[in-house]
């Protein structure tokens, strides 16, 4: 065993996004979704963790266990409930997470869009239409005049657009619900202007980094399929990080691989163990992404990982993924990559969109009647890392 040092300042934290852990997001384009008769959801998301009112307990956990950062998201149906209302009190409410935050020392690291939009932007045409971007920046004007530079230590515009215009309007397995190609391609393109508009409004208001988080995956073409996996890669990844020159920091988001024959996906390898997400136990796909995005933005725009990890009952398995998954980020450093932090998704076990609450990602369980938060090993194994800065390699 020897001891590898993460690089100074280097940020360690945990992510959740509000959808998924607040409870009782009922003014949310996600929460019809899951009410819409015969929903492909697996449950609604109900009470999720309760932390609208538990944030405190969550933030103090996370301190006590020895993490930096905690990126979480801030939810658009509550700070705008109709268009051009917004609510006082949402916004103090936020105000107050990022300030207990601070207090026990965690930066809080701010989501502007993490999947949801507000019901009446949503049924006016949601990110098919253009005119979500100026509805977009205007959100984050208000939110990032009202929160300011001194709560907020970095801002993450949009929380994988590629993964909301692909499941929403071309898969049809996220809201909208839509399987339609140039509603896909319009999306993208809204998405992507909704980024620039939203780092400009971000920063009329407050002076912190602001990025992108992307999904992205290791593509692995099989029998000859290079082409389609480069088309693939353009569509899913490469147009998101053309939209990302100049950035402060972008976010890199890696579970898994995926593998593309010149017909398109061919699924997991024989052999390789499935996690119940239905993809590949994976965890060298980090190391190949943050390379990917390392390389489409020249060299000039330092990443994060804002998140990685796995969903799985098995916490000794999150453990060997997450070790892989960190020897992977060091590798990559050790090759010049310019990498400042790495977050675990997520810290709680919480609402898995269409999945529900079945799929267990976090580092602390949550009981779905009391609430009451349990953490699991790895979560005292990853916050010593944390701590020390520092990891044990074979
Ligand atoms: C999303 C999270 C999600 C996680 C695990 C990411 O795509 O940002 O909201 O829970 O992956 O599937």
Redesign the pocket.
Known sequence: MTTRRFPDGFEWGT?T?AH?VEGGNWNSDWWEFEHRPGSIVAEPSGDACDQWHRYPDDLRLLADLGFSTYRFSVEWARIEPEEGEFSTAALDHYARVCDTARDLGIQPVVTFH??TTPRWAAVDGGWADSGIVDRFARYCERTARHLGADRIARACTI??PN?VASMGHMMGVFPPGHTDDAEWDAARANFCAAHRAGVDAIKSQADVPVGM?L?MAEYAAVDGGEEYAAAHQARMEDQFLDACRGDDFFGV?T?SRLRLGPQGMVGPEEGVELLP?GYEYWPWALEATLRHAWNRLDGQVPLLVT?N?I?TGDDEQRRAYVQKALEGVLSAIDDGIDVRGYTY??LLD?F??IFGYR?H?GLVACDRTTFERTPKPTADWLGDIARTNAIDVA
């Open positions: 992510a996004a998924q993490h999947f929380n994988e993964i988080t999904s988001q579970y997400m998140e990890g969903g998704w997520s919480n898995e969109w799929i990602f």
